[in-house]
């Protein structure tokens, strides 16, 4: 009777975990085959390979173009330069707008933080 308990756990073992394992070969050569017809071949042709540096040839800074209806550039730099500074105020005001408890008010919340600060002030075992 045990015997014939620890066969059939046995075996329902093998079949769930030999499904488990069938269903993620199966996806994976799925999105193997999704990603071998997804690239074309034309557009890896026709990409140039980057051109060689000659020894002692610094590549140049990289150059943007920002296409901007109607604003020349010195118009949108300016733009630039407010929404850097808008971002870094409000990612310093950010915290205080967003907490709800002051900072090290409720370290009884964490039972982890709670063992941890006991083991910091309580002597080691020998």
């Given amino acids: 009777m045990t015997i014939d308990l620890l ?11 030999g499904t488990v394992f069938a269903l ?3 996806l994976m050569l799925v999105l193997k ?3 071998r017809l ?4 034309a557009a890896v042709a026709a ?15 990289p150059a943007v173009r920002i296409v901007a209806d109607g604003l020349d550039e010195t118009q949108v730099a300016a733009i ?6 808008h971002a870094e105020n409000r990612r310093r005001l ?3 707008e967003t907490r709800v408890a002051a900072p090290g008010s409720q370290l009884f919340a964490s039972r982890w933080l709670t063992v941890g600060r006991g083991r ?7």
């Fill in 7 to 17: 066969l059939w756990g046995l075996m329902m073992m093998a079949v769930g975990m």
């Fill in 24 to 26: 993620l070969i199966l």
């Fill in 33 to 35: 085959a999704i990603a």
């Fill in 38 to 41: 997804d690239r074309s071949p």
């Fill in 47 to 61: 990409t140039p390979p980057p051109p060689a540096l000659v020894e002692g040839d610094q590549p140049g800074p």
């Fill in 80 to 85: 630039t330069v407010a929404v850097i500074a």
């Fill in 94 to 96: 950010a915290a205080p």
């Fill in 120 to 126: 910091q002030h309580t002597p080691g075992r020998r």
